[in-house]
Nanobody, 122 residues
Framework: QVQLVESGGGLVQAGGSLRLSCAAS???????MGWFRQAPGKEQEFVAA????????SYADSVKGRFTITRDNPENTVYLQMNSLKPEDTAVYYC????????????????WGQGTQVTVSS
């Protein structure tokens, strides 16, 4: 079992940066990790995913080139570096753990954090 706690959200102006962290307990290194987001009135959306060792990554087209997902297995933490933020990036961001590699659907993730709010002002 894995427990996940996100942090690092906040209010930032358009063009700015934020780094989200997701601290994990349990057998973190045996899970692929993902970030999702959900804006008010919208469905949950895949953002990025990373493989168990960190060599493989996948990104939604909407964030490619702006966001970077990394992980530090000894520290049981996954990160999402978000640059060139846009107002449309405003959402609650969730990290999640999956036993399978680079999945993009929420149903393929077993464990979820509580979310952290990111608000980008124009």
């Amino acid at each position: 079992q894995v427990q996940l706690v996100e942090s690092g959200g906040g209010l930032v102006q358009a063009g700015g940066s934020l780094r989200l962290s997701c601290a994990a307990s349990g057998r973190f290194s045996t899970y692929a990790m993902g970030w999702f987001r959900q804006a008010p009135g919208k469905e949950q959306e895949f953002v990025a995913a990373i493989s168990w060792g960190g060599a493989g990554t996948s990104y939604a087209d909407s964030v490619k080139g702006r966001f970077t997902i990394t992980r530090d297995n000894p520290e049981n933490t996954v990160y999402l570096q978000m640059n060139s933020l846009k107002p449309e990036d405003t959402a609650v961001y969730y990290c999640a753990a999956s036993p399978n590699f680079l999945r993009t659907r929420p149903s393929e993730y077993n464990y979820w954090g509580q979310g952290t709010q990111v608000t980008v002002s124009s």
